[in-house]
């Protein structure tokens, strides 16, 4: 029996796809269970058309971040903290403090989750940041710390 997946299953496949099981093991556990439901061709139709929808709408965001990825090429994001005679800052500068900035200084909305710092900056000076937007989509911004007392 041919039936949709309507979430993962392990050992089946992923959520939409269409799979060939057997009828007892369709009838008794897939659709009692909400797993799955019988291949109509309505049903195909539908899955289809949500396929198709899902694939222009993935399209769209990796145009998108390409688009974000050259507009934050390059940029400079400058971050005042308090920091110590030797260059250190008192606390540290984190991804959202950055994600924060650059929505201050440029108007770009992003998440801190995106911002891939491998540990807190805790210095002043230069530091290099990779932006990871969509998946294959990243650039790379300079975080550039000045010493708030200084300015």
């Not at 993962?8 to 797993?35: C, H, M, Q, T």
Request: no cysteine.
């Amino acid at each position: 029996m041919k039936v949709i997946l309507k979430q993962d299953v392990k050992n089946l496949g992923k959520k939409d796809s269409v799979i060939e099981v057997s009828d007892g093991y369709a009838r008794n556990f897939l659709i009692p269970k909400g797993l799955a439901a019988e291949a109509t061709a309505a049903a195909l139709n539908e899955a289809r058309i949500k396929n198709e929808a899902l694939k222009h709408k993935k399209e769209n965001e990796l145009s998108e971040a390409k688009a974000l990825a050259a507009k934050m090429s390059g940029l400079e994001v400058v971050i005042r903290s308090k920091a110590g005679a030797n260059g250190k800052l008192f606390g540290s500068i984190t991804g959202k403090d950055i994600a924060d900035q650059l929505r201050a200084q440029y108007k770009i909305d992003i998440d801190k989750k995106m911002i891939v710092l491998p540990e807190a900056i805790k210095s002043l000076g230069e530091t290099e940041v990779e932006v990871k937007l969509y998946a294959g989509v990243s650039t790379k911004i300079k975080v550039k710390v000045e010493d708030s007392q200084g300015a």
